[in-house]
């Protein structure tokens, strides 16, 4: 579908930015009169609180019109030249989303991998909806210490932030997961690899651009691991008796495991964890398995995933998808 503009006396608005015309080329988009504009200092202030000299960072952008993205991984002094700002400025202008790995990336690498993150900088939540909400049960918390800063991507929806030292890859995403689950936030935006918005550019997701901004608290205090609840050990599994088999349980299983061997695997930093839920949905709802079942048809599949999930975490995604899954139960019987 065409973009539809409206006629001003100095160029054309597209969805509340004026566009500048020469020869009838596109030039530069910038805000409305009265509408915000990109802030330059805010990315790197953020940069400098959120990282230390010498880290590698992974710049993602990203375009909800057209599906085009691009990435960047260099030094943290690199980012913050004005080359680099000016060409991110000018990629917000023309509706990319901005976008910065929440950790340190390993130096010579140039992907956003799980085995390329170096060091955890953060305890990272996103709460994708009711933000307010979220941050008055973080307040509530006794066990939780002060958040390092918080940043508001779009209306009531924020990013929560500690610095951090001495967490290893697998802590701290259990406890992102615990706290996801205890303060209802994203449970997807938990793995090591995942970004937060760069303040001061546009998100531009919805039709209205919002300024991403963030408030900065507590700046000085890096939390170690004991200043955080104690996550919770993953449930051991053990196989359940088996029922009696009926007339359906071994062609289930074996179309489920024809589905899975067309499946791309879950890769850790592109969306693997919301693929995955996918998965674990259409086997506990679509065909209908029990647990021990999708967890025999999920084997193979597993294998290929980067990483591999435990038992415990597929478990815990299956019953998830039983419980919160929309697929028909038995649809695909």
Avoid at 48 to 75: E, H, M
Avoid at 235 to 262: F, I, Q, T
Wanted: charged share 25%.
């Amino acid at each position: 579908m065409p973009c539809k503009f409206a006629s001003t006396s100095t160029g054309q608005i597209f969805r509340g930015f004026c566009v500048y015309y020469t020869r009838g080329r596109a030039l530069r988009l910038r805000p409305r009169r009265g509408m915000a504009t990109i802030d330059r200092e805010a990315p790197l202030h953020f940069l400098c609180t959120a990282f230390v000299p010498g880290d590698c960072v992974a710049i993602f952008l990203k375009s909800y019109r057209n599906g085009d993205v691009a990435q960047r991984v260099g030094d943290l002094r690199w980012v913050q030249t004005d080359p680099v700002q000016r060409w991110l400025r000018a990629m917000n202008a023309q509706m990319f989303n901005i976008f910065v790995s929440v950790n340190a990336i390993a130096t010579g690498r140039r992907s956003r991998t799980r085995d390329a993150i170096a060091t955890i900088r953060h305890v990272f939540l996103d709460a994708d909806h009711d933000g307010a909400g979220v941050l008055a049960r973080v307040r509530a918390r006794r066990d939780l210490p002060q958040p390092s800063y918080v940043l508001h991507s779009s209306p009531n929806h924020v990013h929560i932030f500690w610095r951090v030292m001495g967490f290893e890859h697998a802590s701290v995403e259990r406890l992102q997961k615990q706290l996801a689950r205890e303060l209802q936030t994203d449970s997807a935006a938990t793995p090591v690899t995942q970004n937060t918005r760069l303040p001061g550019y546009f998100n531009h997701k919805r039709a209205e651009p919002h300024l991403v901004t963030v408030s900065y608290l507590d700046v000085k205090t890096r939390y170690r691991p004991e200043d955080f609840p104690r996550p919770e050990e993953p449930p051991s599994w053990k196989p359940s008796p088996r029922p009696l088999s009926s007339r359906l349980d071994g062609p289930a299983v074996e179309r489920a495991k024809r589905y899975l061997a067309s499946v791309p695997p879950a890769i850790a930093g592109q969306h693997g964890d919301v693929r995955t839920f996918r998965v674990c949905c259409r086997l506990t709802r679509g065909f209908a398995l029990t647990d021990d079942q999708a967890l025999e048809a999920l084997a193979e599949w597993n294998v290929r995933c980067q990483p591999p999930w435990s038992p415990e975490e597929l478990l815990d995604k299956l019953r998830r998808a039983a419980r919160y899954g929309r697929e028909a139960v038995g649809g695909l019987l």
